[in-house]
């Protein structure tokens, strides 16, 4: 599918996970990539198959400082997204969602660029509502261990509606829930590439708290087309939108799933749950099924064994350096 005529665009993040995926998506697409990233969890394996591209370019810059550059679309994507990742320095945490925000929308206004912001299910916090709609404004601890995390990105959101409201941006918030695949970090500590590289190793797979717990995994080729669509509306369309898989399931379940497909000797351990961590959450996709008509395609069996198949020749080719 072909959306639009071609651009330049500037991806923030683009060596991470979702990133690198959104990257190749555009290229694919014809679209020139301005990939800007600092390395602090993107690496350069994530991007290596693009950059003999003539339509990619790659630019080592921290977000939190000014940009300028010339582009007709922004995804802004900069962040640390694992809680291991975005707690090791929280403050830079909270920089990079809030200047890094100011900074692309500052950009934005100058070049009158549309920008989308990759904001996170984070923002309703261990909500009361379930599933969540885009309605619901969430409960954050403002001074919990997450907060580096939700509260930036919260902050993030305000300012891209009050860019909108005062300057006449077009923005475009996705608010990404639970999302897994290929190029995921293999020790990021989020519960699939746990349960995963920890099957494939048969070490103990480590359910934190009972395993009660909900999440609802999406395949990231599924993020990726929501992205596209989302970027794709007019300009009355902001959202915030709920981008996700609305099939939940328990962690232990996950553990159970993930031993029975990579045929693994591995066994269950259970270690205590980490403050503030959600008890359930699952999104509520009504908006984007009806503004986007996108829904989730992948079952999770399948993404699985996508993202296992990577992470068996990463693991393969790291014993073999
Ligand atoms: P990731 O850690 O793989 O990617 C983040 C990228 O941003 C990395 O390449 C990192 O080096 C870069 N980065 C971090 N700080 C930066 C800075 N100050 N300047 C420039 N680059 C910087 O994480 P991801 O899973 O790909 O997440 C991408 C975005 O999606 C993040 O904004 C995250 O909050 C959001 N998100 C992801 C998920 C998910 O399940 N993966 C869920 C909700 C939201
Ligand atoms: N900015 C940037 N690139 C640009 C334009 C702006 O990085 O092309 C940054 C700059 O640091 C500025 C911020 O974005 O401080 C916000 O820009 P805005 O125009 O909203 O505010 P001001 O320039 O008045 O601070
Ligand atoms: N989790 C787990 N074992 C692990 C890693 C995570 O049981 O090895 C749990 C974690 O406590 C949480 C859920 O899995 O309840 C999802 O964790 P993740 O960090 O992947 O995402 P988030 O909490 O940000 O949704």
Redesign the pocket.
């Known amino acids: 599918m072909r959306y639009g005529k071609m651009k330049k665009i500037m991806v ?9 995926h959104l990257c190749e998506r555009l290229l694919a697409q014809g679209h020139e990539v301005l990939c ?8 350069r394996r ?1 991007i290596a198959h693009l950059t003999a591209n003539p339509n990619f370019e790659l630019l080592r ?4 400082h000014p940009l300028y550059v010339e582009v007709d679309e922004i995804y ?7 809680p291991v ?2 707690q090791f320095d929280p403050v ?2 909270t ?3 809030v200047h ?1 925000a100011i900074n692309v929308l500052g950009l934005a206004k100058r070049l009158r660029a549309k920008v989308l912001q ?5 923002v309703y916090g261990d909500p009361e509502v379930h599933p969540q709609t885009e309605a619901y404004w969430g409960r954050v601890n403002p001074i919990g261990y997450r907060a580096c ?1 939700d509260e930036g ?1 919260r902050c993030a959101e305000t300012l891209f509606f009050d860019y909108h409201r005062q300057h006449g941006l077009q923005i475009k918030v996705v ?6 695949g290929p ?3 293999p020790n ?1 500590g ?1 519960v699939v590439s746990n349960f995963l590289v920890q099957a494939l190793k048969n070490d103990d797979i480590t359910i934190y708290g009972d395993g009660s717990q909900t999440r609802a995994f ?1 395949y ?1 080729d599924d ?1 990726i087309e929501g992205f596209l669509r989302l970027m794709a509306t007019g300009p009355d369309f902001t959202g915030p939108v709920n981008i996700g898989n609305p099939k939940e399931f328990t962690m232990n379940e996950l553990a159970h799933q993930i031993i029975e497909l990579t045929g693994s000797r591995s066994k269950i351990v259970y270690r205590g749950l980490p403050p503030d961590d959600p008890k359930q959450r699952r999104p509520d996709i009504t908006l984007a099924r009806d503004k986007l008509q996108w829904q989730p395609t992948v079952e999770l069996r399948e993404g699985l064994s996508r993202t296992a198949k990577y992470f068996e020749d990463f693991l393969r080719e790291e014993a073999s350096r």
């Open positions: 923030t993040g683009g060596a991470g996970f979702l990133g690198s800007v990233d600092n390395f602090f969890t993107g690496t994530n810059h921290d977000i939190t802004n994507l900069a962040c640390p997204a694992s990742h975005y830079q945490t920089k990079t969602s890094g990759a904001s996170t299910s984070e995390y990105k608010r990404i829930f639970n999302t897994y190029r995921m970090h990021d989020r999406c990231v993020l």
